[in-house]
Structures are given as C-alpha cells and as structure tokens.
C-alpha cells in the first residue's frame, strides 16, 4: 500500500510523462538513467514507483529495463526527477 506521498507523486508522475512524452511506446531493451533532486523518498522506493507509473506512456514494461543508473543529488531548491531512457 503507498503512502499519501507516494500516491501524489505517483499521480505527478503519470501527468508529467503524458505532456513531456508523445511518442509512441518504446520497444525492447532499455537503460534508463534516474536523477533525483531533493527527494525525501528513498531512491529504490521512488523509482520503482516511477518505473511501473509511465509503463504504457514511455515503454511497454518496465521489465525492458535492463540497465538502471540511479543518483540522489543534493537539494538545489527545484525537487525533480531527471530521467533518461534510451534504447540499447
């Protein structure tokens, strides 16, 4: 069960990846590359989050993901996640 924080940026998530992707769906294998900036989530917590929430918006699955870079950069007053996905 997610947390109220978890939903909120799940939802945030799901709403940015629809404006910000409108390509079709990336197919096979991907590495993808995870910024985040000022998050109190923990990073496994936050990506994985992440990961199952633009399924069907930027990849099929996130089971195409077989190359994961994550970093957890320090707080320079703009809370984000920067994301790459790139086809291998």
Do not use: W
Not at 29 to 57: E, M, P, W
Request: hydrophobic share 40%; net charge negative; glycine share 6%.
């Amino acid at each position: 069960m997610l947390t109220e924080e978890a939903l909120v940026y799940r939802q945030m998530t799901i709403l940015q990846a629809r404006e910000q992707y409108k390509d079709e769906p990336l197919e096979g294998a991907l590495c993808v590359t995870l910024h985040f900036y000022g998050s109190r989530l923990d990073i496994d917590n936050g990506t994985k989050i992440l990961a199952d929430s633009i399924q069907g918006i930027v990849y099929l699955n996130d089971a195409q993901i077989i190359e994961l870079h994550i970093y957890k950069c320090p707080d320079d007053g703009d809370k984000r996640v920067e994301m790459e996905v790139r086809q291998l």
